[in-house]
């Protein structure tokens, strides 16, 4: 049973453009809603995170949207840029900290 | 501070060998938490350490094992290695026992089973 579901597997966007990614979940108990960027041969990093508390959190040119009634969230990259290629994962997580993470989507931004 | 580390970077076994993979976590950190990350897919959980305790458990069988040391270092061993064990196996520190904040993760070890 997948614990986190991620939309789309792919996405080009052109340089300037808006990117979104989407997620759903199951699990109510979920408290904690992270975003990470992976670049090749690297390890995941912490992009920008969200609690249930909240509707919106905005970094930069980075935001989450959450809607906790849908069991949904989103990332969108406001001014894509090439650089912001890369693989996206969201995930959840609760309690102790075990992570249950999307499949991810793989972000080409177009120059 | 130093961020998390991982050795080797790079490993290539053959099917039913063993494997030890290490990692250092980022200081301060007293929790470690192992995922697998195979191709094109996201992290799965593997099982996490706390204060050299294993802390929780994901679906992973019982040759999936692993050590917190008193410096909060870890290993994770897998015996009898399978094709399907082929993956990223990331490690990541984070701070903290039932609060759900950042993981740091480092870079990863790519075990190849052939």
């Known amino acids: 049973q997948q614990q986190v579901k991620q939309s789309p597997q792919s996405l080009i966007v052109q340089k300037g453009g808006i990117s979104i990614i989407n997620c759903a979940y199951e699990n109510t108990a979920f408290d904690y809603f992270p975003w990470y960027q992976q670049f090749p041969g690297k390890g995941p990093a912490l992009l920008i995170a969200i609690r249930p508390d909240v509707s919106e959190k905005k970094e930069g040119r980075f935001t989450i949207s959450f809607n906790k009634s849908a069991k949904q969230f989103s990332l969108h990259i406001m001014d894509s840029q090439p650089g912001d290629s890369a693989t996206y994962f969201c995930?959840?997580?609760?309690?102790?900290?075990?992570?249950?993470f999307g499949s991810g989507t793989k972000l080409n931004v177009k120059p | 501070e130093t961020g998390v580390t991982q050795s080797p970077t790079h490993l290539i076994k053959t099917r039913g060998q063993q494997v030890t993979l290490r990692c250092s976590s980022q200081?301060?950190?007293?929790?470690v938490s192992w995922y697998q990350q195979a191709l094109g897919q996201g992290p799965q959980f593997i099982f996490q350490?706390?204060?050299?305790?294993?802390?929780g458990r994901g679906n992973f069988p019982p040759r999936f094992s692993g050590l917190q040391f008193p410096n909060y270092s870890s290993e994770l061993n897998v015996n009898a290695l399978e094709l399907d064990d082929s993956a990223l196996y990331l490690c990541a520190s984070s701070t903290g026992q039932g609060i759900t904040g950042e993981l740091f993760f480092g870079e990863g070890s790519r075990l190849t089973v052939l």
């Open positions: 995930a959840a997580s609760w309690g102790f900290n075990k992570f249950y």
């Open positions: 350490y706390y204060r050299e305790e294993e802390n």
């Open positions: 200081s301060g950190h007293n929790t």
